[in-house]
Each structure stands twice: as C-alpha cells, then as structure tokens.
C-alpha cells in the first residue's frame, strides 16, 4: 500500500483508497458529498501565516518545506494522524487530496514525505 497525491479538483482516476483532505480551508466550489472524503484533517495542514508567506511561490518552496516541517514537528496532532495513515495503510492506500493548482510544490507534497520518513523510524 502506498500515499497517493491528488488534485481535489481533478476527476479521481482511481478512487479506491482513504481519502485525506490535508488542506486547512475547504476548496472553494467543491461540495462536501462530491469531495468523497474519508477524513478532513485540517489540523496538518499549514498555519495560516505560513500559507500565506508561500502564497504557491515556487521560488519559496525549499524554504517552505522546512518551516512546514518544523510546524509538522511542534504540531501536537502530528502523531495521531502519522499513526491513523499508518493504521489505514495496512489495507487500502491511502490519497493526500490538495486543492493547489501546482502539483508539485504544495503541502501534500511536503507531508508524504514527512509521514514515510517518519514510518521508517
């Protein structure tokens, strides 16, 4: 089993799988029936002040991607939802749902990396 990235936007290719929603808002024009979300976990996603300093700039995503990790690392529900992907992992794979119209400097992006780095461990 794996963690799959999707565009919340995007028509599901494959929608076998537990579907995380890891941004903080709600994709704008998305409804919560059509989203077919397992789980919406807002807390991982990034603070607001640090969203907002990325503003999607992919010029900043090296420096992004360590001050999300170091918020990932303060953030007392970092362990319940590593250890709730892990549990979920065991059967399905489990699909990190964005809604960034980059797709590949994002949060989700960040965060896969961080919940395998810390599976290994």
Known sequence: MEIKLARIYTKPVDESG???????LWPRGISKVNAKLDWWAKEIG???????????????FLEFEKKYQAELNENSFTPQFVTQI????????????????????NQAVVLKAYVEAHFKK
């Open 86 to 105: 892990q549990a979920q992992l065991t059967t399905q794979n489990v699909i990190f749902l964005f809604g960034a119209k980059d797709e590949t400097h």
């Open 18 to 24: 537990y579907r995380v929603l890891v941004d903080r």
């Open 46 to 60: 990034p603070s607001t002040d640090l969203r907002k300093w990325f503003n999607h700039d992919p010029q900043k």
